[in-house]
């Protein structure tokens, strides 16, 4: 079992920045790839970002490409995601996930852990 804990959601204005880490426990941490999704009301679930075991790889959604950055700390059992830019569309419960693998995947069905989520609101 890994257990995935979110924080640094919060309330901030168009054009500002934030920044979500994501405390993994429980299994080795770099045994899993990781992936930032987000789901706002009313919508489905959606793959943000998405970090290999390693750290070497990233990938990002269309959406968020060119403002946010994925990373990883496996000494540290986190993984950020620094959100810069933000506009109002971004607004979304904000979930960090790990799947058992060296790559990430954007599919939500496939990832095996989940962290409980950390609202992020952007006001215009």
């Known amino acids: 079992q890994v257990q995935l804990v979110e924080s640094g959601g919060g309330l901030v204005q168009a054009g500002g920045s934030l920044r979500l880490s994501c405390a993994a426990s429980?299994?080795?941490?770099?045994?899993?790839?990781m992936g930032w999704f987000r789901q706002a009301p009313g919508k489905e679930r959606e793959f943000a970002a998405g970090i290999s075991w390693s750290g070497g790889t990233t990938s990002y959604a269309d959406s968020v490409k060119g403002r946010f950055t994925i990373s990883r700390d496996n000494a540290k059992n986190t993984v950020y995601l620094q959100m810069n830019s933000l506009k109002p569309e971004d607004t979304a419960v904000y979930y960090c996930a790990a799947v058992t693998a060296t790559r990430w995947t954007p599919w939500v069905s496939e990832y095996d852990y989940w962290g409980q989520g950390t609202q992020v609101t952007v006001s215009s």
């Open positions: 429980g299994r080795t941490f770099s045994n899993y790839a």
